[in-house]
């Protein structure tokens, strides 16, 4: 493998690398197929590790939010005791932390439906050598560097790359709260491959902006596609949507 090191590898894969060495490194992918592998592989451990990071991140939340909920019982108690005492200021409590918890419904229900993407695409990483470190800089969340690159990248793209550059530019879009890229980068999306994808993100996006018919309207066209990947979760997401 040319004496390449796992060390080079993952500089490239983190952005490090520039001017003749990343352009040296670009040509040993483009020659070599057990770099392209040794890449691929890398990107992967990144990734797996990415996602094992944020499973714990979502454990010590869940454990958290169980603790809080717990708390805010005994809380919500002992104002029902005092409540005689103090009902202008427990009524006045109760509708400011309403209107706080309807204001966040949107962001609250993103998060709980939002999970990142992996890798979609059995690309052929020969054809754009470069899309491994944009999709580095991605799954590392530096999402306005990825965007940039992906952007960069869609110009001379191969055809069948198209799709996954625009579904990946609209997740950053998404990230960045660019809400309206990216509606346009899912919209722009032609293969049924990840035609499926994009349109359960795009349903996040509404989500996000709580535009609630849309919503539905968009997971109501999930549902009646053929593709069923994201079938449960547009049911799902149907059942907590707002009347």
């Not at 983190?14 to 992918?29: I, N, R, V």
């Not at 204001?103 to 059995?122: D, H, K």
């Not at 980068?185 to 359960?200: K, Q, R, T, V």
């Amino acid at each position: 493998m040319d004496n390449l090191t796992s060390e080079q590898i993952y500089a490239y894969l983190d952005g490090k690398l520039s001017g003749e060495e990343l352009l040296a490194f670009e040509q040993l992918m483009e020659q070599q197929a057990d770099i392209r592998l040794a890449v691929e592989q890398a990107l992967q451990t990144k990734v797996a590790a990415y996602q094992e990071g944020r499973r714990v991140e979502k454990e010590k939340l869940n454990a958290r939010w169980a603790t809080e909920d717990s708390s805010a019982n005994i809380r919500n108690l002992s104002l029902w005791k005092v409540a005689v005492a103090a009902g202008i200021a427990l009524l006045l409590l109760f509708a400011l932390f309403q209107f706080s918890s309807e204001s966040n419904q949107g962001q609250e229900m993103f998060l709980a439906f939002y999970e990142q993407p992996v890798s979609l695409s059995p690309r052929n990483v020969q054809e754009l050598p470069q899309l491994p470190g944009a999709h580095a800089l991605f799954h590392e969340e530096k999402y306005e560097e990825a965007a940039e690159e992906y952007i960069r990248l869609l110009d001379g793209a191969p055809a069948e790359l198209q799709d996954e550059i625009r579904f990946y530019l609209g997740i950053s879009s998404l990230q960045l709260d660019q809400l309206p890229e990216a509606i346009s980068a899912f919209n722009s999306l032609s293969s049924s491959y990840f035609g499926g994808a994009g349109a359960w993100y795009k349903a996040l996006v509404y989500v996000k902006q709580e535009s609630w018919q849309e919503a539905k309207e968009t997971c109501e066209d999930i549902l009646a596609s053929r593709d069923d990947t994201y079938h449960q979760q547009a049911r799902e997401l149907l059942e907590q949507l707002p009347n």
